[in-house]
């Protein structure tokens, strides 16, 4: 079965600095994509990148930035962190043919 | 572009009630379909989706759904609602072809009362 794997469940930062969140799936999916998720907003997707050294901007990428250097690894980065971006944030992979996004169990980030 | 609107952020119904969870979308070429569901301190799983071919599709843990292109509708339900399927669900698209990217909607709690 298909995992991805968010490396923080919870992580509490400070507002300023810079955040990185890292995902990791073991398929060799093509695409990967990071959405955060609100309460009474659903998800909105961020980026996502269909390739390596690819990326395309989503719904929402002001304050942004996203890495992917190797396949099966995709980074997001809050450049400076603020309190808005305190949300629940969720990796997805998936492959062209498969029409489906597996999902990671989140991390729940907290800017203070 | 395409969008999911998701008829009641709140659904409560008693144990062993059906369940209806109503979902419409719009989407500018045939669309494909996905219910999603998330239990606490989880991500989502994937319950069931439609692509093409019958219109109505089966998922997971008894749960299905039915295309209706007329009504732009992809409503989910279960004859039966057991306690475990205290949840939330979310309903997305994906346009047909190459577009990669899910639209979803807001969601949908579910709560199921003994």
């Known amino acids: 079965d298909v995992k991805v794997t968010q490396s923080s469940r919870y992580l509490v930062k400070r507002t300023g600095e810079k955040v990185f969140l890292e995902c990791v799936q073991d398929?060799?999916?093509?695409?990967m994509f990071w959405y955060r998720q609100d309460p009474g907003l659903g998800l909105r997707l961020i980026y996502f990148?269909?390739?390596?050294?690819?990326?395309e901007k989503g719904d929402i990428p002001e304050g942004y930035s996203v890495s992917r250097e190797k396949k099966e690894r995709f980074s997001l980065i809050l450049e400076s962190a603020s309190t808005n971006q305190t949300s629940m944030y969720l990796c997805a992979s998936s492959s062209p043919g498969d029409l489906r996004e597996h999902f990671g169990d989140g991390t729940r980030l907290s800017i203070l | 572009a395409q969008s999911v609107t998701q008829l009641g952020s709140h659904v409560s119904v008693s144990e062993g009630a059906l369940v209806l969870l109503r979902c419409n979308y719009s989407?500018?070429?045939?669309?494909?379909l996905f219910w999603y569901v998330q239990y606490p301190n989880q991500g989502l799983q994937l319950l069931l989706k439609y692509t093409t071919g019958a219109t109505l599709v089966k998922g997971i843990n008894g749960f299905e759904a039915e295309f209706k292109k007329s009504e732009t509708s992809f409503h989910l339900t279960k004859p039966s609602a057991h306690m475990s399927d205290a949840a939330e669900y979310f309903c997305a698209v994906r346009a047909g072809g190459s577009n990669y990217k899910l639209t979803f909607g807001k969601g949908t709690l579910l709560t199921v009362n003994p």
């Open positions: 989407s500018s070429v045939p669309p494909y």
């Open positions: 398929m060799d999916h093509e695409n």
């Open positions: 990148s269909y390739d390596v050294k690819m990326k």
